[in-house]
């Protein structure tokens, strides 16, 4: 140990990544402070890999150059936001989830009269949108209520003013039938100029909110909870705070969906049933 500490190349590193570490630390700070944004309980790795690409985009060469831009440049704090939120993807991206989702949701949702369903932190409006569709097929769409919610009010403009350009309708016709679909994607959608937007009748059953899973309290009761795209950024601490939100926000017998199956330290994991034999789907029964 003692030749490595004396090798130069090493503690040079070492001073280095202290250095970015304080620089890392400094500007999500500083983000918090300034804009009310609180990433600070983020995983490490995540935030990194999302931070050097921004840094290359936008050819910088240090965290430091980028918090100066970001609180001294109009629009780059908006950017950092898009970097570090959910990226988009496309509809039915994910065939088996969405075929899992019908499962659960269906046999959850069919016996309550006014069901509600909370989507957090959608990876854009076509996640949102491919949840509409799936509950239209289903036939519980007319009396379900989805609330979409996302972390800035700039994502919130965004989504509700989103289209997808008519292409994706195409390419995403193979992974809607692979989850359970069984008609044409298109005839969801109005199109004009290129671009396709989920029909109005569909649209009016999604409330679009900001909402901060970091630091705000549960909003009400829901049938159904999905955050599978998100909870993979967050640190361990933040990650047991989210859970915990959704436990106080879920009711007996809905249905939860994350990104991987629950830990047997995972808050309220003994709240819950699995729905499969594996992944994370659950339905709270205590």
């Known amino acids: 140990m003692g030749e490595l500490s004396a090798w130069p ?4 590193l070492a001073n ?3 250095t970015e570490e304080l620089e890392l630390e400094l500007l999500l700070e500083a983000v918090y402070q300034r804009f009310g944004f609180d990433f600070r309980g983020y995983a490490r790795p995540k935030l990194r890999e999302k931070l050097c690409a921004l840094l290359r985009t936008r050819h910088l060469a240090t965290i430091s150059s ?12 908006q950017e950092l936001m898009r970097v570090l939120a959910v990226p988009p993807a496309p509809l039915f991206d994910l065939p088996e989830d969405t075929r899992r989702l019908r499962t659960a949701l269906g ?8 069901p509600k369903v909370w989507l957090a932190e959608p990876a854009g409006v076509a996640e949102a949108w491919t ?3 799936l509950l239209a097929e289903e036939k519980l769409y007319g009396r379900t209520e989805v609330f979409a919610t996302v972390g800035s009010d700039e994502l919130l403009f965004e989504v509700r003013n989103a289209t997808l350009p008519v292409a994706q309708l195409t390419e995403s016709q193979a992974q809607y039938e692979a989850s359970g679909g069984n008609g044409r994607l298109s005839d969801y959608f109005e199109i004009s100029n290129g671009e396709a937007r989920l029909l109005p009748r569909l649209r009016e059953r999604i409330t679009w909110a900001q909402y901060s899973l970091v630091t705000d309290a549960s909003f009400n009761e829901f049938h159904g909870i999905i955050c599978r795209r998100a909870l993979p950024d967050f640190g361990p601490l933040l990650r047991q705070r989210v859970l915990r939100l959704f436990r106080d926000s879920l009711s007996l017998f809905g ?3 994350l990104d991987r199956e ?3 330290a995972d808050a309220g994991v003994m709240d819950y049933q699995p ?3 594996d992944g994370g789907w659950y339905k709270r029964v205590r």
């Open 255 to 257: 249905v939860l969906g």
């Open 66 to 77: 980028l918090q100066e831009r970001v609180l001294h440049e109009a629009g780059v704090a």
């Open 16 to 18: 280095l990544q202290a």
């Open 131 to 133: 949840l509409a569709i």
């Open 107 to 114: 046999d959850s949702l069919r016996p309550t009269a006014l």
């Open 9 to 12: 190349g090493f503690a040079g």
């Open 262 to 264: 629950l830990g047997p």
């Open 275 to 277: 729905l499969f034999e």
